[in-house]
């Protein structure tokens, strides 16, 4: 099943993103859902 992915040296492999990153999403959903809660009271 030759996919999207053409060239078949494993060079398009994507590294796993930064802890920054995750601490940043963490952020941004911990912020979302403090929003929910406050805007629904």
């Known amino acids: ?3 999207w992915d053409k060239d078949e ?3 398009y492999v994507p590294r796993p993103p930064p802890l920054w ?8 959903i911990a912020g979302v ?3 929910a809660v406050v805007s629904s009271s």
Do not use: A, K, P, Q
Not at 21 to 28: A, K, P, R
């Open 21 to 28: 990153f995750w601490g940043l999403i963490g952020l941004i």
């Open 9 to 11: 040296t494993g060079d």
């Open 1 to 3: 099943m030759g996919g």
């Open 33 to 35: 859902m403090v929003l």
